[in-house]
């Protein structure tokens, strides 16, 4: 699979999800390196999904998130823990979902065109070893069948991807 087929598939949201997870499997079919699969999972969440500005991770590093594989403007590279909605996802290991960035206390404007985002805690052995970030210039763009399709691609990357980050 090529990034130019990658594209918004159409039908309801959870058949969307259903159909870009199975090209992500293919994607990852037989591959553990954590960093090729989380640059391809940003690149076919960013293409695949409509309404993103960004997509992307940040990975543990001691007591802050630094920037890993993503799509999307230039990011800032390093959030301590507890900052931001990043950084607040990764100290609470719940996903959290904006709708209005602005409203936000302590959102970390990296795209000025961001309106709302969420984050999906990366957990392993307990512990938070990242985060999946996903921006919008849409208001309100992340709803529950978003929460559930982007926690079944985190499960996939942690359950496929092995290798020392
Ligand atoms: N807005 C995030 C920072 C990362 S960017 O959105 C790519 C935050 O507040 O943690």
């Given amino acids: 699979m090529f990034a130019s087929t990658v ?3 159409a039908g309801d949201k959870p058949a969307q999800y259903r159909r870009l997870l199975d090209q ?3 994607l990852f079919e037989g591959e553990s390196d954590s960093l090729a699969n989380a640059a391809n999972l940003a690149a076919l969440l960013y ?3 409509p309404d ?5 991770f940040y990975f543990r590093r001691g007591n802050d998130l630094v920037l890993g594989p993503f799509q999307g403007l230039p990011a800032c590279v390093r959030i301590p823990l507890g900052r931001g909605v990043c950084g607040s996802a990764a100290q609470s ?3 959290l979902s904006v709708p209005d960035v602005n409203a936000y ?5 990296c795209d000025a065109h961001s309106r709302s985002e969420i984050v999906i805690p990366l957990e392993r052995g307990g512990e938070v070893i990242g985060v999946l970030d996903l921006d919008s210039p849409k208001l309100a763009r992340f709803d529950a069948d978003d929460e559930t399709g982007l926690a079944a691609f985190a499960a996939l990357w942690l359950e496929m991807s092995r290798t020392e980050l």
């Fill in 7 to 9: 594209k918004p598939i």
């Fill in 47 to 49: 293409h695949g999904l």
């Fill in 52 to 56: 993103l500005n960004w997509a992307g």
């Fill in 93 to 95: 290991g719940q996903v």
């Fill in 105 to 109: 206390p302590g959102h970390i404007a």
């Fill in 24 to 26: 992500a499997r293919v």
